[in-house]
Structure formats: C-alpha cells, structure tokens
C-alpha cells in the first residue's frame, strides 16, 4: 500500500511537467502565428468583408453610399462588358495555363540531363522571372516594335501586335509565358531530382526505355508537382491585369480588357465603387469555382 502511494506521488508530478510542457509550447505556437493571422486579418479578411459590405451599396470611391440590396448583382448579370470580360480573362487562362506548365517541364527536363553548365542554363531561365512586370513589358514592346523592334529587323515584319485584334491576346500571353516559366522550370527541376536514380534502374531492367520511362516513371512521380502548378498557374491566369494594362490598355476595341481591368475602370475611371465591390465578389467566387473545379478533376486523374 505505502509503495502504490509512494509511486502515485512521481507519477502525478510527471504528468503535471508534461501537461505544463504542452501548455507552454502551445502558447508559445500560438505567439509565433498572432504576428501573420493579424495581418491576415488585417489585410486579407476584413478588405474581403469591406468589398462585400460595398458590393450592396452605391458607393462612389470617396464616399460610403446607401444600402440597395442585390441591385448591383442584377446589373452585373445584365452587363455585356462583364461577360466579355469574362470571356476574355477565359481565353488568356486556355492559352497560357497548359502551355506554360508543359512548356516548364520539357525545360526542366532538358535542364536536368545537362552535366555541363546546368546552374549557368537554370539561372538564364529563371532570369526573367525575377524582372518586374514594367521591365518585361518594356522590353517586349521594344522587341516586338512595328517600326524599329527585332522582329520587324529579322523578318521585316510590320504587324502591330499588341494593337491588331487577332494578335493582342496571344501576344500577352506569348510574353507571360517567357516571364513565368522559369518559376514552373524550378519546381518541375526539383520534382525531378527527388526522384530515385534506382527507380530508373529498375525499370530500365524490366525493359522500360525512352518515353516508356517517361510515361510509368517520371510522368506519375511528378504527377502531385504537376497538380499544384496547373493550380498556381490557373489562378495566376485568372487575376491577370499589369500585364494587360501596361502593354495594351484592354484594346484594341475591348479584345483584352479582362476582368480585372474592368473593375479597375470601374472604380478608379468611373468612381463606381459599389459595383466595382460587386465584380471584385463575383470575380472571387468565379475563381473559387473554378479552382475547386479543377482541383476535383486533377484529384480523379491521380
């Protein structure tokens, strides 16, 4: 009986020290995080909350307007230049998510097999990424200039591209593609070097070669790389704006005024606050949609 108690009394102390420990590293946790969910509140939650309360109002840009319900909501379903905006925003997303990322593979890939030079070929693609928007866009206006550009010097050419209807979008998306696939390179590079050299090896003893060691091997290990990229990727496309503004102002003739432009116009041309908020809610709930969507459907194909 004196030897039950007596070992109670160690026991009870042991688990007092743990439950102090856990205690103390919980609120320590907790310390490390108030500083970023502060400014997650701060910077992210409550613009959120501000947009939606705005989107029911009248607002102008300088003064909080009157409730009006879901009045801005009606107008924004009966808006054409939403829905060509939309439209739009659609049409650079098909043409820059899938090429972009493959396009990072099949460099990553390349990169990957060089012995000589690798970090000099990795950092020469990577490069352009590291530009701001003002400089890429700068230079590919210079580049692909009408009247003095490289293109119109090699080949002679004098197509407007950033001012003809059928080139200004595929243009953009032609210049975001060189400005962010070093970042897709990086990422598919990284995938490729975590993969075991004896996973090779074996499936090179069973016969597997070439594109079959692509297709079993490689293709399903970068598969979860692949899957976080085409996500990036979509959502990046989505909320593109400088580069649009900066080389084509959403011309010619509204051909690439995404979404994002027009709520620009909207709110800072027009001072149209309230129904800018109410673009920038639909917008939000289109790209959640969407990203959800497309989450579900790369989730079925791993």
């Known amino acids: 009986m004196r030897d039950t108690v007596s070992n109670a009394g160690p026991m009870s102390a042991r688990v007092t020290r743990r439950g102090r420990a856990r205690r103390s590293a919980a609120l320590t946790a907790a310390l490390m995080l108030a500083p970023f969910l502060l400014a997650y509140l701060l910077f992210f939650i409550f613009p959120v909350l501000r947009a939606a309360q705005f989107s029911v109002t009248d607002s102008s840009l300088t003064e909080t307007g009157r409730y009006i319900g879901p009045s801005n909501y009606v107008r924004l379903v009966q808006d054409p230049d939403f829905w060509s905006s939309l439209k739009n925003t659609g049409y650079f997303a098909l043409l820059t998510v899938i090429p972009v990322t493959a396009l990072g593979l099949l460099v990553a890939i390349a990169v990957n097999r060089l012995i000589l030079a690798r970090n000099f070929v990795q950092a020469l693609f990577f490069l352009p990424y590291v530009l701001p928007v003002s400089v890429v866009t700068l230079l ?77 091997i490689t293709w399903p290990l970068l598969w979860p790389v692949t899957t976080l990229l085409l996500t990036l990727q979509l959502i990046s496309s989505l909320k593109i704006f400088a580069q649009v503004y900066i080389l084509t102002a959403g011309g010619p003739f509204n051909s690439t005024r995404v979404v994002l432009e027009y709520m620009y116009d909207t709110a800072f041309q027009n001072l149209d606050a309230g129904y800018a908020s109410a673009i920038a809610v639909a917008f939000f709930v289109v790209i959640l949609l969407v990203s959800l969507l497309q989450a579900a459907l790369l989730s079925r194909r791993a």
């Open 140 to 216: 590919w206006q210079w580049i692909l200039n009408s009247s003095f550009g490289i293109v119109h010097a090699l080949t002679g050419s004098d197509v407007a591209w950033f001012n003809t209807v059928s080139t200004a979008m595929p243009t953009v998306a032609v210049v975001t593609i060189w400005w962010t696939v070093g970042f897709n390179m990086l990422l598919f590079l990284a995938g490729l070097q975590n993969i075991p050299k004896e996973v090779y090896e074996a499936a090179s003893l069973d016969g597997a070669q070439g594109l079959g060691l692509f297709r079993f």
